[in-house]
């Protein structure tokens, strides 16, 4: 076997035992790997009878067969399990430099079953394995862990995945982290190690995977670092991060403002966003392991009340939910909030969402000073925003409350119509009435509301296409071709996430099938094809498809808050977002020309004077004609407007039932996963 080591080292925290498992050729063929292959592991174990903090719940870290290889956006690894914060199937892709380690021990991923009655760390070299005691870590955090851990393995090479005190204190949202910043974020992850008792894992190791053809590779390679080194896009990532997004986002309105009701503010643009960063706070960038395009922050507050050591910034997802979700205008208070959130390891996005659940709930008289503690919640409070993140990671008062996030607090206090989570996930930092797909992609996603488990927003925004599937570009603000759009885009999503590569990565080479099937090809010799692909990722997304419905998914549950559909409560919700897919068609045609001086001369301007100024340049667009009229149509209350403006899932959902082979009840009809392979998932709806 090339590429894969084709085996996986299975632990019984229980038991303290552990076990080498040999997998098929044929399941790398079909699954990849990743949360591809983690997903039919977890299924054959059925997971999906587990309690998510139960000791029978699989926690699975997995590979792919590029992870830990020296190519661009590999240094990824996939986390997986039953999420105690949804219920449903749970994946969570990190970063860093973890999985080159990983890889190096000889396995291509780890099952970790049963509960240590202790706390305990596990311990993976290529020589060796342990059950460690970690009875001396438990109540640090995870950037103390990691430090402790790597002094105690000893070993230059050593990383460390680790929970904090949310992860010990079953925060639902609780994340996992690697690196200090990087983490495995969503469904609550850092809950099921901590439910287990399990510390954190540690790995090292020098085994080199045999590759099937090294001179396709290092071509492969080549063709990749050369399309980087020439994309406007990978330029401006390396230089202003995930949050250049903040500037271009809030004129097009796709950036969430308190609590989704504000169409437009500028405090996200004029203090949060990473260009404003870059001349402040930012003193040095970062990487993961082997990746030219460095869009990793790390940046430093000297005085005031949010003093920070050098460390991790924040990420656009970050910026916005500590930020503009609660009107919090202030980088440093966003960045100080973005370090204990690491620390204490938890999910950005979810105590974003619930906070400002909370805060609406309060200004509503939903929540009271009784049970808040007397703390007083409001928009645009950056004291209370830190103040609360400890009360969560320790679930002290309120923050036990909190801790839940924000489907059970609504459930609890109510205001359900103001709660937006789908599926129990609160929903990422982008609004679908600006790319109405998007409504799409938190609709119908396997874990939630997810923006990454498709390629849907690059595509919206312009950055790449589905031509290699024969599948036209859905404009934003259009309902017509949706749905062929978006499963196209969860075909590509779910290959990304087995393969396993960035998506930052994969949109700046092109986001095409027949880039990764090159690729792979070079490192396992499977020959796929475009075609194969595409069948290997539908075989992957059904199957977590219908690993939500047997933990009790139906249509009723591919459904988006309301509030993120309508015209937004206060302010007018923006139709920008119509011009941004051809600055993005333009720019990516730029780097296609490979012409160092264009290219060169393009990126200066762009950085050093567009890029700051670019929501003020977009939102002078709204006085055109077409623009103007909309806007002015909406203040007025025209009716015809504002269901013209209302994003039209109903239409977009239908249409994607027919063609996904969708029944009634939510799930895939036998004949669709018979096709796929799939006999014995469709015999277990019958168990």
């Known amino acids: 076997m090339k590429g894969n080591w ?49 000791p ?140 287990k008792k399990l510390k954190a894992v540690v790995v090292q190791g020098k085994k080199k995977v045999e590759l099937a053809d090294e001179a396709a590779f290092k071509e492969a390679r080549r063709k990749t670092l050369e399309i980087i080194k020439f994309s406007v896009v990978a330029e401006a990532f390396g230089t202003f991060g995930s949050n250049v997004h903040m500037e271009y986002g809030v004129a097009m309105g796709d950036v969430p403002v308190k609590n989704w009701r504000e169409a437009y503010w500028k405090g996200g643009p004029d203090t949060l966003a990473g260009t404003r960063v870059a001349e402040t706070i930012l003193i040095k960038h970062h990487s993961c392991y082997a990746c030219p395009v460095h869009c990793k922050r790390i940046v430093k507050v000297d005085s005031g009340p949010y003093v ?193 590569i960035c998506n930052y990565v994969w949109s700046i080479v092109g986001g095409g099938l027949q880039e990764i099937a090159e690729v792979v090809n070079a490192a396992t010799g499977f020959s796929y094809d475009v075609r194969e692909l595409n069948e290997t990722g539908e075989r992957s997304w059904y199957l977590k498809r219908a690993i939500g419905n047997l933990c009790g998914l139906t249509r009723a549950d591919d459904t988006v808050p309301r509030r993120l559909l309508e015209p937004h409560l206060e302010g007018v919700t923006s139709n920008i977002s119509t011009l941004v897919t051809p600055i993005y068609l333009l720019t990516v045609a730029i780097g296609k020309l490979r012409n160092k001086m264009i290219n060169d001369t393009i990126k200066k301007v762009n950085m050093k004077f567009l890029f700051p100024v670019f929501n003020k340049v977009m939102r002078a667009f709204r006085f055109l004609p077409g623009f103007w009229g909309h806007e002015r149509r909406l203040k007025a209350g025209n009716l015809d407007e504002i269901e013209r403006t209302t994003v039209p899932l109903e239409q977009m959902l239908a249409d994607y039932y027919e063609q996904r082979n969708i029944d009634e009840q939510g799930r895939p009809t036998r004949a669709r996963l018979e096709s796929l392979g799939l006999k014995d998932v469709a015999d277990a709806f019958l168990s």
């Open 6 to 54: 084709g085996k996986i080292l299975k632990v019984d925290l229980s038991k303290g035992t552990f076990e080498d498992v040999k997998l098929d050729e044929n399941l790398y063929r079909d699954y990849l790997g990743g949360s591809g292959l983690a997903a039919k592991l977890f299924f054959d174990m059925k997971g999906w009878k587990a309690n998510p903090l139960g």
């Open 308 to 500: 920070m050591k050098e460390g991790p910034g924040s990420e656009y997802e970050t910026a916005a939910s500590l930020g503009t979700l609660i009107k919090i205008d202030s980088k440093e208070a966003n960045h100080k909030a973005n370090e204990l959130c690491n620390r204490y390891g938890m999910d950005t996005m979810s105590i974003g969402g619930t906070i400002a659940y909370a805060i609406e709930a309060y200004e509503k008289g939903l929540l009271t000073d009784k049970d808040t503690g007397g703390v007083k919640l409001g928009w645009g409070q950056p004291d209370t925003l830190v103040a609360l993140i400890t009360k969560i990671a320790l679930r002290e008062g309120i923050g036990n409350d909190l801790a839940e996030g924000v489907k059970r607090m609504s459930e609890k206090y109510g205001g359900k119509e103001f709660a937006i989570h789908v599926k129990g996930l609160e929903v990422p930092m982008h609004d679908p009435r600006g790319v109405w797909g998007m409504g799409l992609s938190y609709a119908t996603s396997v874990r939630g509301a997810d923006h990454v488990g498709d390629t849907n927003l690059g595509v919206e925004l312009g950055l790449i296409n589905n031509n290699d599937l024969g599948v036209p570009r859905s404009w934003p603000l259009e309902a017509k071709g949706k749905a062929a759009q978006m499963i196209a885009c969860q075909v590509k999503g779910s290959v990304m996430n087995s393969a396993v």
């Open 56 to 195: 029978e719940n699989p926690l699975i870290f997995m590979l792919g067969p590029l992870s830990g290889l020296n190519y661009p956006g590999v240094s990824r690894m996939e986390v997986c399990a039953r999420s105690p914060l949804t219920g449903i199937w749970a994946e969570s892709s990190v970063g860093g430099h973890i999985a080159p380690q990983l890889k190096g021990t000889g396995y291509d991923g780890l099952v970790i079953i049963g509960a240590s009655d202790k706390p305990v760390y596990l311990l993976v070299e290529d020589q060796k394995m342990e059950i460690r005691d970690a009875s001396h870590l438990w109540g640090k955090d995870t950037y103390e862990t990691e430090e402790l851990l790597k002094e105690e393995v000893g070993g230059k090479r050593a990383q460390v995945m680790s929970i904090g005190p949310a992860g010990e204190n079953l925060v639902k949202y609780a994340c996992i982290i690697n690196d200090r910043g990087s983490a495995a974020g969503r469904a609550g992850l850092g809950a099921v190690m901590g439910s």
